[in-house]
């Protein structure tokens, strides 16, 4: 049976930081040491909207909507995970948050990981909720022979994978089906597919499918993700770790980076966890933000 117990609905009011020209969107709630939530890939801050409340009675929970996503502004941006990462930072200047906690989701693990990698003395704890964005060596290590290497591997086809991801939009509700316990209700679906309308505005999902780093590819962006997981290594902040079963064989290779790490394992969930067990995902990060506010 599934934990969710989130509502479709998303009661938050909008608000919004001015980023390099831009807007990007955010919710919060709550008062306090801030606990910032990152998304990933195709989701929005949505993603965290049954784990706000939770984390409102420890700290300022605020759950951003990465560039180019959500209800944040479009512009005219390659969209490269380094462009997401140089706007989180002026969004975390632009509000001029301090000692903040990290938690995060796909696409944003490497976001917090590299915002770390920058900013240390900036972060008090670190929390990934399912996979961490770490190199693969091969596309066997990336899913073996998976349904998810075939669709990834169709997704960074050249012309074909813009073709899927862009002109046919099969990438967010496939996504989200393929990577959810259950299957999304009409209005959840609607929620996560709103942003994308047009062509253009589905970029940031084809290009962040084409920036994961496989088998040493892209270049930059492998040696990159090689480096943000040495610095996390290096920063001796502690981490939590919440996983799904599936995940179980690779946490020991997270600990191999993370010397600080707290490893909890979340029943029927997966990838996007916090929408499968908002409950439960929201009351670890209760628990993990309690322990680092009583080792002040």
């Given at each position: 049976?599934?934990?969710r117990s989130?509502?479709?609905e998303?009661?938050?009011?909008s608000?919004?930081a001015?980023?390099?020209?831009?807007r990007?969107?955010?919710?919060?709630?709550?008062?306090?040491?801030?606990?910032?939530?990152?998304?990933?890939?195709p989701?929005s801050?949505?993603?965290w909207?049954?784990?706000?409340?939770h984390?409102?009675?420890?700290?300022?929970?605020?759950?951003?909507?990465?560039?180019?996503?959500?209800?944040?502004?479009?512009?005219?941006?390659?969209?490269?995970?380094?462009?997401?990462?140089?706007?989180?930072?002026?969004f975390?200047?632009?509000?001029?948050?301090?000692?903040?906690?990290l938690v995060?989701?796909?696409?944003?693990?490497?976001?917090?990981?590299?915002?770390?990698?920058?900013?240390?003395?900036?972060?008090?704890?670190?929390?990934?909720?399912?996979?961490?964005?770490?190199?693969?060596?091969?596309?066997?290590?990336?899913?073996?022979?998976s349904?998810?290497?075939?669709?990834?591997?169709?997704?960074?086809?050249?012309d074909?994978g813009?073709?899927?991801?862009?002109?046919?939009?099969?990438?967010?509700?496939?996504?989200?089906?393929?990577?959810?316990?259950?299957?999304?209700?009409p209005?959840?679906?609607?929620?996560?597919?709103?942003?994308?309308?047009?062509?253009?505005?589905?970029?940031?999902?084809?290009?962040?499918?084409?920036?994961?780093?496989?088998?040493?590819?892209?270049?930059?962006?492998?040696?990159?993700?090689?480096?943000?997981c040495?610095?996390?290594?290096?920063?001796?902040?502690?981490?939590?770790?919440?996983?799904?079963?599936e995940?179980?064989?690779?946490?020991?290779?997270y600990?191999?980076?993370?010397?600080?790490?707290?490893?909890v394992?979340i029943?029927?969930?997966?990838?996007?966890?916090p929408?499968d067990?908002?409950?439960?995902?929201?009351?670890?990060?209760?628990?993990?933000?309690?322990?680092q506010?009583?080792?002040?």
């Amino acid at each position: 049976m599934s934990g969710r117990s989130a509502s479709a609905e998303f009661p938050f009011e909008s608000h919004y930081a001015h980023v390099q020209g831009s807007r990007m969107h955010y919710v919060e709630q709550g008062e306090g040491s801030p606990v910032v939530l990152l998304h990933g890939n195709p989701t929005s801050s949505y993603l965290w909207r049954g784990v706000i409340p939770h984390v409102a009675q420890v700290g300022r929970a605020i759950a951003l909507d990465l560039i180019g996503m959500g209800r944040s502004d479009k512009p005219e941006i390659p969209y490269r995970i380094y462009d997401q990462c140089e706007y989180f930072a002026g969004f975390v200047e632009a509000l001029g948050l301090e000692d903040i906690h990290l938690v995060s989701n796909d696409w944003g693990t490497a976001v917090a990981a590299q915002y770390v990698a920058e900013h240390r003395d900036n972060v008090r704890s670190i929390a990934f909720t399912g996979n961490i964005v770490t190199p693969w060596p091969t596309w066997q290590h990336f899913g073996g022979n998976s349904p998810t290497r075939v669709m990834w591997r169709a997704y960074r086809a050249p012309d074909l994978g813009w073709d899927i991801c862009v002109n046919e939009h099969l990438f967010v509700e496939p996504a989200l089906r393929h990577l959810l316990v259950e299957e999304p209700t009409p209005e959840v679906l609607e929620h996560y597919l709103e942003p994308y309308g047009s062509p253009a505005s589905r970029r940031p999902v084809w290009q962040l499918a084409n920036d994961l780093p496989i088998a040493g590819e892209p270049k930059d962006f492998y040696a990159t993700a090689t480096n943000y997981c040495g610095a996390l290594a290096r920063s001796g902040l502690p981490a939590l770790l919440l996983y799904y079963p599936e995940m179980a064989p690779a946490v020991e290779a997270y600990r191999s980076f993370l010397p600080d790490l707290t490893a909890v394992e979340i029943d029927d969930a997966n990838h996007f966890m916090p929408e499968d067990q908002p409950e439960r995902v929201g009351q670890e990060v209760v628990r993990w933000i309690q322990r680092q506010q009583a080792g002040q």
